[in-house]
């Protein structure tokens, strides 16, 4: 075995006070601290060739036993393969071969890392999850690993097996940025031929030049090299224009793509497809750029144009928006109250006086706004509190004085995070959301009671008539807001009353006409499923409600519609005249909030509340929205919710907000809590699991990108063709008795459902119901979906009624399903016909003698034989049971001509058990095993 | 006299009355709960005879579509024989039928998807069992193995949904 024990007086030191930090709230002995998935020039293992490897780190400073751990990449078997009885010593590294060359010298596991990446997990035999990590695409000889080791985060690095981690990564990261782009251009700068294009400025932001060689452009994670840049410089602190128009044949610089004002992404990467910068945005206005704010490092916003200018911290949002909100924004917040029991006053307003507020004097950055309100807020939030002091807030900062705003805001939303151990949920979700739809924006806060330290904070913008108008022509229209308990789209009858208890007209309260609202629900429920688009499309914007749903599924935030009903806002917009779905309470996105659900596996479309969720099943019902919804969720993986994108924003916030989360007296969560879960899942309370931001994400986009990739089911095209018909029972037969995994909702109903894994992926279709066996009740969802169709798949399992050796190959199974089936239906009818079609083929003469393994098997009294001879035989059958005596002989030196032959063989007076038959034809013999059950 | 005779065979009359009332007593309880049965409850064959049940369904209040289910028997004491349908039967003619034997009759049955669903309660196939050997066996359907569909083709919840079984034997 290898291992490295190396720290000297300095890292012993770091080592220690790490471990102080963590203290007792870690269970953590040993970590996974490094791997490579792509080794092919790093390190070569004990038999010379560079494998993938696995490097475990003792983060404790006693040594640690690891008989009892096991390692997997499968998170169906944890323990896939057992690490060896040894010691690992204090502070050292372990390095593990995932070659499965068992027999080579060193620990080698016995499975191997996909460079496309999977998970990894470390466990004990009692199934409890030491550590684990899920990882995406891999580059060659980079590794993964902790920085520092065994506590930090997972990023790239260069490889240091054995032996502590670097935060070095081989060659720089130019310092370009995509600065500011504008994608839809009608009045603006023109190109070098007069046309209003889209272009893209790019700025470096370094103080050298840097070379454009080798640098590219792209509007897709699928081609990072769409556009290549010339061998050109870009000087220190200058801006280059790219036309994103497609005209190629332009002066200047011109991108082979164009830019899609509905919202796509933009990245920039270098020759090895690393990714420079990116950014992944939303709809976009006409004339409006989006662009940094600081240039070159600073946060997207809509901007007022600089065509190959610095920016300008200006647009049609203001100025001001970038004084509270910003994802990294970090603000000092006091707050007096004119009581040291203002805690006890806020649980009383809240409790018993209907979330009432009560004053404070707020001191913001410095900024003094007398006399605001203030309550604590939530609602399974509260409740999760507890006791503690740092509940989540709500700052009214007109309730007292007439018209006082802070900036121009009215209200802000103050949370505590009570859900989120890592702290970056609801900044990363919205950021995320605000891409899609219009979404509040984030801020963070450390906040003082008194003068004495309350805790730390996210500010989360409030959806009012400030929010409105930034997003809307108009924000005078109805605002409705989901209740506590939920709000399902169902429809209640005509009366608008009949909605109270689900929805909170949060606008216009005065004026109380939910009529627009009501004849939403209305057309949703009860417009037959062929007008149902046209129907809907006047008073209620689909598109928005499929990102919205698109948005939920990929990060699973199912504390929503999508789940739970709970968590969002429908504001009537008068100038478009729809009504648009609006995201809110992000808190226990990224799979923090179940629904009883897979939060990893969850199908995009299979989804088993659509019964009382009719937004849900209206739209993903009718295949074209389903189309639109899944390029959504397709946008997203490969774009801004891609698993690397998510890692870069989730680290900068994490590390920016660290020392505060560890410094807040209040904190819900342990430090160790917190450092974990960025990266890692981490248990709190029993059996509560809060998947690690990073890890949930890796895992979840590469379940979508197999949802994706793979098709779905509909239950009775078993050959995925896009027709329920007579042909389908071919596949049920020759998959008869196939097993494999199960799928989440098992149902007929005609709906697509993912496919699993199987080891053959046909066979995944066979299994109609997605019970996770090919059998009889397959044949039900030919029935019941019989002549249906859906829009075909790229990929068919069809067979051809004409291949008879594969029907020779399964003519027990066949034969079974003829002498199964019937009925006086078409179908029946066209189902017996084709099987005795099938089974009339006789394929030609054999060319050699062979014996099928009997059919049924295990049997009860008689059983199947079926086989072939090339020429006339004499045929011998003995049977044997285990110990080799003969105990029947059912044929003895039957005449058989060449062809293909069946046989019944029996054992009426045999006790159950384990036989043998060898059936001796001539010079051939061959012998089965056999099962016996009474 | 004649009163008294009267009033003698009235009161013989009230007395018959009663003791005809409470062989039907109106609060005895009838047992409505959703069941699959096989009938009749006990058979009794010879050697050269074979035994005809037939799979009922009663107080199913689902609409539906298809279904799927098992009924096992004792191989040592019967063979299946094979299954019929009338005109009677609730799945009716536009249907597949699925019916298999190995170590037990396996059955689905689904309705085309052109017709209406249906309210399964009557009979669903007869089920010919022929005698092996002397002695009883047990033909049931486990309830483990009943799934009833809807239109759509979910699985409906039957809660409270029994089996009852029937009792054949060979002489």
Redesign the interface.
């Known amino acids: 075995m290898q291992y490295n024990n190396s720290l000297p007086g300095v890292r012993w030191i770091l080592a220690v006070a790490l471990l102080v930090l963590v203290g007792t709230a870690s269970s953590q002995t040993v970590a996974i601290n490094e791997f490579m998935a792509s080794n092919e020039n790093t390190i070569a293992d004990p038999g010379g060739e560079y494998d993938d490897w696995i490097e475990l780190y003792n983060v404790t400073d006693v040594s640690q036993g690891l008989s009892g751990f096991y390692l997997s990449d499968d998170l169906a078997n944890l323990q896939k393969w057992a690490l060896p009885d040894t010691v690992l010593p204090p502070n050292a590294f372990l390095l593990i071969w995932a070659d499965e060359d068992l027999d080579q010298q060193g620990i080698h596991a016995d499975f191997k890392l996909s460079a496309g990446g999977e998970a990894l997990v470390l466990s004990l035999a009692n199934g409890t999850i030491v550590d684990s990590l899920s990882f995406g695409e891999q580059t060659t000889d980079i590794s993964r690993g902790r920085f520092p080791d065994g506590l930090g985060g997972f990023q790239f690095m260069l490889a240091t097996p054995g032996a502590m981690n670097t935060d070095e990564l081989p060659g720089e990261t130019p310092m370009i940025a995509i600065n500011e782009f504008l994608a839809s251009n009608d009045t603006g700068a023109v190109d070098q031929n007069g046309e209003h294009e889209d272009w893209i400025e790019l700025y470096n932001y370094g103080a050298t030049e840097i070379s454009l060689g080798g640098l590219y452009l792209s509007d897709t994670e699928a081609d990072l090299h769409q556009w290549a840049f010339p061998d050109t410089v870009l000087g220190a602190n200058e801006f280059l224009i790219v036309w994103a128009d497609d005209d190629g044949d332009q002066e200047g610089l011109h991108a082979n793509f164009k830019l899609s004002a509905s919202g796509e992404m933009i990245v920039l990467s270098d020759a090895d497809s690393n990714i420079v910068d990116d950014v992944a945005f939303g709809i976009q206005d006409s004339d409006v750029s989006y662009g940094r704010y600081p240039d070159g490092t600073g946060d997207f916003r809509y901007m007022y144009t600089t065509f190959s200018a610095p920016n300008v911290n200006d647009g049609p949002g203001g100025e001001e928006e970038e004084l509270l909100f910003g994802d990294s924004l970090i603000h000092e917040v006091n707050l007096d109250f004119f009581t040291e029991a203002w805690q006890e006053s806020l649980e009383y307003n809240f409790e018993v006086l209907d979330k009432q507020y009560m004053p404070a004097t707020l001191t913001f950055d410095g900024l003094v706004l007398d006399s605001i309100g203030v309550r604590y807020k939530g609602n399974s939030s509260y409740e999760l509190s507890g006791n503690t002091p740092k509940k989540s807030l709500q700052f009214k900062f007109g309730e007292y004085v007439d018209d006082q705003k802070l900036y121009r805001y009215k209200k802000i939303n103050v949370h505590n995070g009570v859900s989120d151990p890592s702290f970056v949920r609801e900044a990363l979700a919205y950021k995320l959301a605000r891409d899609l739809v219009p979404a509040p924006r984030t801020a963070y806060a450390d906040v003082t009671v008194n003068g004495e330290p309350l805790g730390f904070y996210i500010i989360v913008e409030e959806v009012d008539k400030v929010f409105l108008a930034e997003h809307f022509t108009s924000n005078s229209g109805n605002l409705y807001k989901a209740a506590d308990d939920g709000g399902t789209l169902e429809y209640r009858g005509s009366d608008q009353a009949n909605y109270y208890a689900e929805y909170e007209l949060k606008e216009n309260e005065d004026i109380n006409d939910w009529t627009r609202f009501v004849a939403m629900i209305d057309t949703l429920n009860n417009v037959p499923a062929d007008r149902i688009v046209s129907s809907l499309s006047p008073i209620l914007n689909i598109d928005g409600c499929l990102r919205e749903l698109a948005f939920n599924m990929v990060i699973s935030n199912f504390d929503s519609y999508t789940g739970s009903s709970r968590n969002f806002y429908f504001y009537e917009d008068p100038a478009s005249g729809q009504i648009q779905m609006l995201p809110w309470d992000l808190n226990e996105s990224f799979g923090v909030y179940t629904n009883g659900w897979n939060v990893w596996e969850q199908s995009l479309t299979a989804v088993d509340n659509v019964d009382h969720r009719p937004l849900t099943r209206v739209l993903l019902s009718n295949d074209s929205l389903r189309a639109v919804y899944l390029g959504y969720v397709d946008m997203l993986v490969h774009g801004a919710a891609a698993a690397t994108v998510i890692a870069q924003r989730a680290t900068i916030l994490h590390e920016l907000i660290s020392d505060y989360v560890i410094a807040d007296p209040n904190k819900v969560y342990s430090d160790q809590a917190f450092l974990n879960n960025l990266n890692s899942d981490v248990f709190v309370d029993v059996g509560r699991r809060i998947p690690g931001i990073t890890s949930f994400v890796s895992a979840r986009d590469l379940n979508i990108e197999f949802q994706l990739t793979n098709d779905f089911v509909y ?1 009775g095209d078993t050959d995925n063709n896009g027709e329920v018909n007579a042909l389908d029972i071919l596949p049920v037969g020759v998959y008869f008795g196939e097993t494999g995994q199960a799928r989440q909702m ?5 709906a697509p459902a993912p496919t699993l894994l199987w080891s053959t992926v046909a066979a995944s279709y066979a299994d109609a ?1 997605g019970d996770g066996t090919v ?3 397959d ?10 169709t859906h829009s075909a798949s790229a990929q068919s399992f069809e067979i051809s009624p004409d291949d008879a050796a594969l029907f020779w190959e399964h003519r027990a199974a066949f034969e ?1 399903l003829y ?10 009818a066209e ?1 017996r016909a084709l099987l005795e079609s099938v089974l009339d083929i006789e394929p030609t003469i054999p060319t050699s003698f062979g014996v099928s393994q009997n059919y ?1 098997n ?4 008689s059983t199947r034989i079926a086989f072939t001879l090339p020429e006339t035989e004499a045929v011998t059958v003995t049977i044997t049971d285990i110990l080799g005596r003969v105990v029947a002989t059912p044929f003895v030196e039957k005449s058989f001509t060449a062809g293909a032959h069946e046989l019944m063989i029996g054992l009426d007076d045999a006790a159950s058990g384990v036989y043998f038959f060898k059936l001796v034809a001539g010079s051939h013999s061959a012998t089965h095993k056999m099962m016996l ?2 | 006299m004649k009163q008294i005779h009267f009033t003698t065979t009235l009161l013989m009359l009230f007395v018959l009355g009663i003791a005809a009332c409470d062989k039907d007593d109106p609060s005895t309880p009838i047992d409505m709960a959703a069941r699959v049965m096989l009938t009749p409850a006990e058979a009794t064959i010879g050697m050269s005879e074979a035994a005809t049940l037939e799979l009922r369904a009663e107080y199913i209040e689902d609409s539906v ?2 279904v ?1 289910l098992e009924v096992e028997y004792d ?2 004491i019967l ?1 299946f024989g094979g299954y019929s349908t009338t005109d009677a039967a609730v799945f009716g ?8 034997d ?2 037990s009759v ?1 059955i ?7 017709e209406a669903s249906i309210y399964p309660n009557g009979l669903i196939c007869v089920l010919v069992f022929e005698p092996v050997a002397v002695g009883q066996s047990v033909v049931s359907a486990p309830l483990a193995s009943a ?1 009833f ?1 809807d ?5 409906l919840a039957m809660d409270g949904l029994e089996t009852v079984q029937s009792v054949v034997t060979v002489h």
């Open positions: 239950p098992q149902t007929f109903a005609w119901n059998n009889e009740r044949i039900v969802a030919i029935g019941i979906n019989w002549l249906y079974m002498s199964s089936v019937s009925g006086n239906s078409e179908a029946a189902l049924p295990p049997f009860n009294g059950l009474r | 579509f298809a799927s191989p040592l063979r003619s536009e249907a597949v039928e699925f019916v298999h190995d170590t396996h689905a049955f689904s309705r085309i998807n052109t799934v569909y239109r759509a083709g979910r699985p």
